[in-house]
């Protein structure tokens, strides 16, 4: 938890941060979901998106020069998530790396003909056990351009996935919410997705199908980029979600 001492210093140095409300705005103009937060609730996503920028490190991969408006507008959208959790919840690591564009993981290998193994994948963004996010910000720019695309959320996604173990899709849930019901209605919406996806018309990415904390991923993606048809074709999980992030992105402003 964040004591006293800390937030007293962490308010000395939000003081102090050379960020306007307008830089900020022109940050994240081109973002739509950022839109639903107007008056009171606006003005805190603007503070908590500094305290995030005071808490994390923002580096480029590569010689990547990572500018103050991209730390702000992937900034926004990771604290977009957790405007109804706490920033705590991004506790326990602090690097976010930021590609100029898809890149092959590291640790990969690269054989005698110069060609990288990695699982076959080139990568948007990458979230590692109580380590850094990586994100590609040619990735990042086309949050919204496929309906319920955004890497950002997808991996801060697996984030709050892994502060109960595992990215498993079943990130730690509030007082009152119930594990059994979390469980049915993700395996319901797996079956429903995957008897779609066989039928050519997939209401989802299809990556979601990977395992469970990828599925979790996609459809956090979707519960903030497109709440709309989510809640008409899955409206139990959009009822979990409601619940797990303590926001109903169809009913705000
Ligand atoms: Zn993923």
Redesign the pocket.
């Known amino acids: 938890m964040f004591d006293r001492t800390r937030l007293w210093l962490e308010n000395r140095r939000l003081a102090r941060l050379p960020v306007t409300r307008e830089q900020w705005e022109d940050a994240v103009a081109d973002w739509a979901p950022a839109r639903r937060y107007q008056g009171e609730r606006r003005e805190r996503l603007f503070q908590q998106t500094l305290r995030f920028l005071l808490r994390k490190e923002f580096r480029g991969g590569g010689d990547f020069q990572v500018t103050p408006a991209m730390e702000l507008k992937i900034a926004t959208m990771a604290v977009v998530m957790i405007m109804g959790l706490d920033l705590d919840w991004y506790d326990g690591w602090y690097t976010v790396i930021v590609y100029e564009d898809a890149f092959v993981t590291p640790g990969d290998e690269m054989d005698e003909f110069g060609i990288v193994h990695s699982e076959g994948r080139v990568l948007a ?3 590692w056990d109580r380590g850094p996010v990586l994100l590609s910000w040619q990735d990042v720019q086309a949050a919204s351009s496929e309906p319920g695309f955004n890497v950002v959320l ?2 801060m ?2 984030k709050l996935d892994m502060r109960s173990g595992s ?1 498993n899709g079943a990130p730690p849930l509030h007082h009152g919410m119930d594990a059994r019901v979390w469980h049915n209605t993700f395996t319901r919406a797996w079956s429903a997705l995957e008897q779609a996806e066989r039928e050519g018309e997939p209401f989802l990415d299809p ?1 979601a199908l ?1 395992d469970p ?2 599925f979790f ?2 459809i956090t993606e979707s519960f903030f980029e497109t709440p709309e048809p989510l809640e008409q074709i899955l409206p139990e999980v959009y009822g979990q979600l409601a619940q797990f992030y303590r926001q109903d992105p169809l009913h705000t402003r």
């Open positions: 963004g990458e979230a997808h991996e996604a697996h990215a990556y990977q904390g990828e991923a996609v």
